[in-house]
């Protein structure tokens, strides 16, 4: 790989609380507003902000760390802890990202459409043109390609352990909740579809409404608009929150407006950070954490299954990065080599056309030693 003026810097779930990278998440507004300020440093730059990674990817020799560091901060005094990489290592990092090898959930494919979103916001700003106009657009294709061969079946094992919670704890009949589009949200209906409790009678909502539209229509299940799902929070017997979030969904004090109920409703929030706050409490809820549910009775048997399948999916994962990174490294030389190639034409003709009495095999001897000499520095 060639030594690339590319860098990337971020403050990311890896090496931060998760409840504080959703915290320091760029806003739209903030996010325009540095693009407009890198648009006017001239730098070529896109920066991704999500729930669990606010990073900086820029080109060029100069030094934006902690200009980033300082728009992170924005006046606190929190323990930020940033990770960079450079060169071949940044568009490792891109590539692994964008394919969500780098993801909370391994694998979950969320990542790669704010990743396009974050390449087209900096295309509209005028900072993505040039050299990392490519790295994003081969990053992109690259991810499709790696996460074709890591294959992109949600988290079985989590669907199963919601499963077994739910069957244990509703009654016949009852209404079930799932909140999110993701991957979470998709293991859980999966397997409420095809083993279903009796009785059960399953909705979805999600905070993009075509989404769930789309999610219900592929479970064959009614769709809870986004603007009604704290009332349909209240009437359901079961909710499972399978949504990523930067502050709480359910605040604490939504408590006082439950309804009094005869029997507990149960709660599952997957939410990472969680989507209920944690000074909610309310007798007539029984709400199950994510690590709860993780250490509930059989769930050990279901972590082997998970991990085997984890770490399969990481091997395939591993080899088809590195081969979207040859794939690129190779697609840069030509690039590098074609843009030298002009020149290299016009230092040639000049050797060939410098003595037009010398002898044609002694020309011929210079022009190729010239080139030789040019494609061995490519």
Known sequence: MFLLPFHVVGCTHEANPADLVGRVRLSHERL????????????????????????????????????FAELLRDGRTDDLK??????????????????????????????LGQIRRAWMLAQS?????????????????????IRADMGTDADASLGELVHERLSA????????????SGDAARGV??????????????????????RAATLA????????????????????DAVVFAVHVTSPLVSAGFEDTLPTRYTSAVWIDLGVPAAVHSAFAAPQVDLVTLAALETQRGAEVHRAQWRALHEARHRRAAVALQQELARYARATHRHHLGARLGALEEQALAVATSDESAPVDEMVRKVTRLVLRELSRA
């Open 169 to 180: 704890q509703l009654g016949n009949p009852s209404r079930v909740l799932v909140l999110g």
């Open 189 to 210: 209906l999966q397997v409420l579809r095809t083993r279903p409790i009796p009785g059960a009678m399953v909705s979805v909502t999600s905070r993009t409404d075509t």
């Open 32 to 67: 325009t507003g540095a693009l407009a300020e890198l648009q006017r440093r001239n730098v070529s730059a896109v920066i991704v902000s999500t729930c669990h990674r606010t990073e900086l990817y820029w080109w060029g020799d100069g030094e934006l760390h902690e200009w």
């Open 125 to 145: 700003a005028g900072t993505s043109r040039g050299p990392i106009d490519g790295a994003f657009r081969q990053a992109i294709d690259a991810a499709r390609h």
């Open 82 to 111: 940033f990770e960079r990489a450079d060169a071949d290592l940044a568009v490792r990092h891109l590539f692994a990202v964008a394919a969500g090898m780098k993801s909370a959930r391994f694998g979950e494919p969320e990542i």
């Open 217 to 236: 229509a592929a479970y064959q299940c009614p769709v809870v608009p986004w603007g009604d799902r704290e009332g349909a929070i209240r009437s359901a």
